[in-house]
C-alpha cells in the first residue's frame, strides 16, 4: 500500500530551464512533506520541506509547491543545472512522525 | 566530518549468517531510523529509536532486530539471512529533515 506515489520514474531537461518533478500522496492526515535528492552510491540529502499549512516554499532555485485538495506537491527547479541530474525522493509523514517515501524520479539535466 | 556513517557499505554473506550493520551520528539527534531499498527502488522505514526507546516498527520480520547501546549508535541485526533480504539499507537520524547515511549494499547468497 503506497501512501506517497512518484508517477514518473524519469524526466530530461535542458540545462537552465524548469524541472517539475511532481509527487501524490493518498493520506489526509499527512503534515509534513519533504523533498530528497539522491546521487549513486549515496544516501538521500535533504533538500526542501513545506508543511501542511502552507501551500509554497522557497530556498534559492527550488520551490516545492503543495496542493491539499488534490494531494499533490511539487517541486521546480528553476534554473536546472547539470549538477541537479539526481534521484529525487519526496516524503510525507503523519503525527506520528512515520514517513513515506515515493519511490523516485531520475532527473537529467542535459548540458 | 561524516554527519551520519555506517559500516560496512557492502555485505556479502550466505543464506543463514547472522551479520550487523552498524550506524552512528554525531549530529546530536534523538531519533535515528532504518529504512530498506529494495529492487525497485522503493524506501521502507523498519525502525526508528528516540531517546534509545523504539518508537515504530514496522512489519519487518523479527530476524531484524535493531540495536542502540547510546543515542549516536543505532545497530541492525540480522539473524537467519535469506535471499530477499538483499537491498540497500539506509540509517538516518533526525526529527523532522532527515539525514542519511552512505548506505550498505547487503547481497545473501
Known amino acids: 500500500d503506497q501512501q506517497v506515489k512518484q508517477n514518473s520514474p524519469s524526466l530530461s531537461v535542458q540545462e537552465g530551464r524548469i524541472s517539475i518533478l511532481n509527487c501524490d500522496y493518498t493520506n489526509s492526515m499527512f503534515d509534513y512533506f519533504l523533498w530528497y535528492k539522491k546521487y549513486p552510491a549515496e544516501g538521500p540529502t535533504f533538500l526542501i520541506s513545506?508543511?501542511?499549512?502552507?501551500d509554497k516554499n522557497e530556498d534559492g532555485r527550488f520551490t516545492v509547491f503543495l496542493n491539499k485538495s488534490a494531494k499533490h506537491l511539487s517541486l521546480h527547479i528553476v534554473p536546472s543545472q547539470p549538477g541537479d541530474s539526481a534521484v529525487y525522493f519526496c516524503?510525507?509523514?503523519?503525527?506520528?512522525?512515520?514517513?513515506?517515501f515515493g519511490t523516485g524520479t531520475s532527473l537529467t539535466v542535459i548540458p | 566530518d561524516t554527519a551520519v556513517s555506517q559500516t560496512p557499505k557492502y555485505l556479502v554473506t550466505q543464506m543463514g549468517n547472522d551479520k550487523s550493520i552498524k550506524c552512528e551520528q554525531n549530529l546530536g539527534h534523538d531519533t535515528m531510523y532504518w529504512y530498506k531499498q529494495d529492487s525497485k527502488k522503493f524506501l521502507k522505514i523498519m525502525f526508528s529509536?528516540?531517546?534509545?526507546?523504539?518508537?515504530i516498527n514496522e512489519t519487518v520480520p523479527n530476524r531484524f532486530s535493531p540495536k542502540s547501546p547510546d543515542k549516536a549508535h543505532l545497530n541492525l541485526h540480522i539473524n537467519s539471512l535469506e535471499l530477499g533480504d538483499s537491498a540497500v539499507y539506509f540509517c538516518a537520524s533526525g526529527r523532522y529533515e532527515q539525514y542519511f547515511g552512505p548506505g550498505t549494499r547487503l547481497t545473501v547468497t
Open positions: 529509536y528516540n531517546n534509545k526507546e523504539l518508537i
Open positions: 516524503a510525507a509523514s503523519d503525527v506520528g512522525n512515520q514517513f513515506y
Open positions: 513545506i508543511s501542511s499549512i502552507k
